[in-house]
């Protein structure tokens, strides 16, 4: 019992003395793009320059038809050429949030895995090997219209 108490004490210490210094710091949490009535963060293009196929609902279904179908327990290697007139980003994860390690000249022959495809930032993400990845679809405006834009050109997929 006196063990038990020591405990309670230490822990309602360790809450107080905590609290009081993100009080003093000031420490509230980011706030979340969208939460407050604000717009989400716009992020520049992955792909660089014209080049890249827009596609209106039909193509856009395509893509994003590729969520649907994945199996993350396989393999589906699909082979393009990078469309963008300036290339097109290479990342260390899926998102915009990942360092770029390089750019994707075009005409760029690529071998993504589409089964390791993320939605994210308003790109379509694919695994081009362990480390590195490109957004090879851009999702069109949130604004009622139905369309994208490809960035990797695919013959087997």
């Known amino acids: 019992m006196h063990v038990g108490t020591k405990l309670g004490v230490v822990l309602v210490a360790t809450t107080l003395v905590s609290g009081a210094l993100s009080a003093v710091a000031g420490a509230a949490p980011p706030p979340v793009p969208g939460q407050d009535g604000s717009a989400a963060v716009q992020h520049e293009e992955e792909g660089h320059g014209p080049g890249a196929i827009e596609v209106g609902p039909e193509g856009a279904a395509r893509a994003m038809n590729r969520l649907l179908v994945r199996d993350e327990e396989r393999v589906r290697l699909c082979d393009g050429v990078v469309l963008p007139a300036d290339g097109l980003n290479v990342r260390t994860g899926p998102g915009v949030g990942y360092k770029k390690v390089g750019v994707l000249a075009k005409g760029s022959k690529v071998r ?11 790109f379509l993400w694919v695994r081009l090997n362990a480390t590195q990845w490109i957004a090879d679809y851009m999702l069109g405006a949130d604004d009622g219209a139905v369309r994208g834009k490809w960035y990797v050109n695919y013959s087997n997929c």
């Open 112 to 122: 993504t895995d589409w089964d390791s495809i993320q939605r994210r930032d308003g």
